[in-house]
């Protein structure tokens, strides 16, 4: 498999891309990727609509790159993972499904840093469908906006209270739960002490390990 | 974090390490890794004395590494694991952990093919531990010797006999029970029709992931 | 709540939608029900893309009668489900949520009779996701298209020779995995002497119980 | 089945079985039920030997009633169920299976309002039976007696103030945990702003989808 | 506490009751046990009806021992058991639950030899409000009465043909489902090679331990 | 079997020995039974590093007795439990598994006191390992070092504190996390009003079991 990851952002938002981009700087020494977003996206991923709508534009734009060696659908909401799945003969890897399997390398319980309070109950579905949610030790929300969270100044230190409230819990590992915060990773895990998982760059090692397997 | 990837072999089979080589060629673009014997390990890693008593070696090794960046511990038994983490100041990664995280994002319910099935019980108790045995779909013992595994030239025959009951059992996916046998990934891959994953290489791609990150 | 519980059929198949007013014919005494049919539905809904599809227009029909007092998506892949709760201020049922919920009223352990083996795994998943899988004694396939069962003369004596095999599996009561098998129920319920579940009807159920509850 | 519905006060308190009768008003359109007290019972079930003191009475209730095309038992502890589903050759109901059941349609976790702390050892005992306590958020005591709750004043008020510790604690759908409160249900809802299942309410609606299924 | 320990045969069946107290003929020398037959009990426990009709009695018998350091219910439904500890003030053991708990000590999955086809689902039911279903390997019938399986000639060989096939289930540890089969203990164990638990003496081995740690 | 239920205190500490033959003083008029220290362990068990380094040892003693009709290994992490069960041709009783098991005796959900927050980690992944973590309460920390706790004047004051805050947290029942607490058995179950487990008393209890089945 000698083609690029494509890593979707299935919003329309470009500084979501861009911060992608910077996120996975340093992996393309290992391999091509090809950060891309879905025009057809909305600006943010907030509601159900907003997830249930990406999934035919995504399976599209899947489909229109043959030359992928594998994708990575790049919202926390993993939209359209199962129908992505279906329709490329290359493996897709879900960042919501691949932060969460990595942090179960990484800790014992995991805590997870949502942007928004209402996507809570999406996510925990999410979790007991991956039959991992024993290891849950909380998830807590930033109330923030994807656009705020992806830009905001005060980001950092709401990441950093929110998770300190999960090390409380019971966390010794926490997810970003969004694709847009990858650049407080490494400050946070220094602050709290604990790894920190940018769940973009995890999808992206497993992808990595299909294309280098051979 | 800019030092190798440490990939350890818990035995002292030169063979063995010899195809963690081979099998990590393709790797090595991506980060620097340094395959190495455990000294002090049995000639292969079979019975739970095997399994206990390279925990300290391990231990020892890793703490002679400070170069290091990550770890992993190349044995599906996943030796002395909790032990090297709690001893080294960077990650350590388990391949029959790290195998078996690799395999959710692959499939929906995995198989294992185990080399002898005395070492089955020990592997569902660390799935119970793990906290995802809900999506197995059996393990399945080949019944041959490690040193017989990583020589023999029957061994893709029996892995594929085997891989057919596990899929016949409902596996979408299939684990390598062994780090000897990454030679007959892709081709057990082609024959069965299912993703065939490789614990060591899964473990060094979340390896890849935590250098790369950054 | 005095209007009508709307039933519809997500795909655009007449058949499946006569055949749904037929199974509901004697609910229609406790509460008006209106059985629509989903027009920019496939004929039948069998793959992930049909599923995914179907959400963004079933959304729009619930949002087009806001004289519902409840829905039932009545289609064993419960589509669009997660979107139409959000989008209607109304109860949303789902008939393989609902077939699933009663079935453990009904027994000990259940089985599903699917059409077709390759909606097994997104069955399982679901299972997962609501937290009952450890209830499910097996779920087997018809292999018939959802067509040539509601239609076919064979339908009944494959339906009774799979659900012996549930049985021997340890089912205590099975479930009916489609929405347009409901005039089979009853024979099928003396053939196995085992309650046999229509799923719509069940979803149905729960939509009167809603209604009536004031 | 053209029998009516049986639903069985287990206590002998007849303010319950009144409660009752106006709980279920709108259900007689759609079928005919029949509300009796168990002339046996104690004046509230509240200890475990309550519990267990019922469970040959209501059997032998069962037996005397062949005109039934469904029974369900109206106390929130089930007494007796089993026993009751062994003897009777229609279909039985117990009231905390349904209302739980039914909640799993409703909403992603469900709280439970138990009337006194003393039975929610019994009922999560039971919660654990049926295979579905990854899905409960809590279950709070509003501290009253069974008849207290039945009459008393400041019942809407006390779970009212329960009612938001368990949406505090994850809860987005509610049961009330006791056949005598029905009266509550539609006001509760409102006030928390989360749909409130009426176990025997629930019950009802499944026994009737057993009856109108032909 | 210095009183006996009083195991109960809830049956009318004086050869289990001459069963039993052979089976703990050792277990005297630690400490005074007393097996009392339950004089209201049917011949033996097979029915639903046979297991909740004894729970009055039983407990009436435990109030009248008011010198018992500890009780054993003998009868592998555990009947009557949340009422017994209800009603004592010392610990009260039953044989299903404590033949299980001990299990888990001695091997990784456990089978059980039940007596009837018909109580299987009563004893999963148990082993799921246990909350240690994970760790069954199977559970199969011997399909013999109480009263044969306590006199009959063909017992061992009917025990020993279960417990292959058990074994072949993948149980390491097997539990004889039934007080009155101790006879066998020992010598299935040796033709089987996996330890047998004899429930009986599983639970008053958990009631010395209450009784001996002062 | 004739020979003594061999007792093992895998640290070094000789308080903590004596303490356990006053523990068991009782349980000898039921068995023999012989407290031994492993001359090799460290003075106390406490990091990971303690658990692994006496495996070895332990096993190596275990093969020493061939006179031992059961072994019990008293130290809460149960270290080399799964060595010396595959070197022993007995029954080998870890005092962790042990106190657990018999803890789901005597209440619905179990609480423990460990001596430091550290262990806390390890001891939930062994009970996930188990299979039977959804019983847990939760589990808090005394936060004092072994020795201290065997010795120490505050110790009661401090289980008495964090015991009542397992109450407030659901446990109906505690089981005391270390080897060396046994003398504040009894007083804090009167203290608390609920059974409070010696793991090492329930270890003996069962190997009691096992020598006197016969």
Redesign the interface.
């Known amino acids: 498999m000698s083609g690029p990851i494509v890593v979707i952002n299935p919003n329309s938002n470009q500084v979501v891309t861009d911060g992608l981009e910077q996120a996975l700087a340093?992996?393309h020494?290992?391999?091509e990727i090809d950060c891309v977003t879905l025009a057809e996206g909305p600006f943010g991923i907030e509601?159900?609509?907003d997830?249930?709508?990406v999934?035919?534009p995504l399976?599209a734009l899947v489909k229109s790159r043959p030359d992928a060696s594998a994708f990575v659908i790049a919202c926390y909401s993993d939209p359209?993972l199962?129908?992505c799945?279906?329709?490329a003969s290359v493996?897709v890897?879900?960042i919501q499904?691949?932060g969460v399997?990595?942090a179960?390398?990484?800790g014992?319980?995991f805590g997870v840093l949502a942007i928004a309070e209402a996507s809570i109950?999406?996510h925990?579905?999410?979790l007991?469908?991956?039959?991992?949610?024993?290891?849950l030790a909380g998830e807590r929300a930033l109330n923030m906006s994807v656009d705020e969270s992806a830009r905001g100044e005060g980001t950092f230190e709401r990441l950093s209270e929110v998770g300190q409230e999960l090390v409380a819990d019971g966390a010794?590992v926490l997810i970003l739960g969004c694709a847009g915060m990858a650049r407080h990773?490494?400050v946070l895990e220094t602050r709290l002490g604990r790894?920190v998982i940018?769940p973009t760059?995890?999808a992206?090692?497993?992808a990595?390990?299909?294309v280098?397997?051979?």
Do not use: C, N
Request: net charge positive; hydrophobic share 45%.
């Open positions: 340093a992996f020494k290992a391999v509601s159900q609509y997830v249930d709508q999934a035919l399976a359209g199962d129908l799945r279906a329709t493996p890897f879900g499904e691949s399997l990595t179960l390398a990484r014992d319980r109950p999406r925990l579905r999410y007991r469908r991956m039959g991992v949610i024993e290891r010794d990773r490494a790894p940018d760059q995890a992206v090692a497993m990595i390990g299909v280098l397997s051979g």
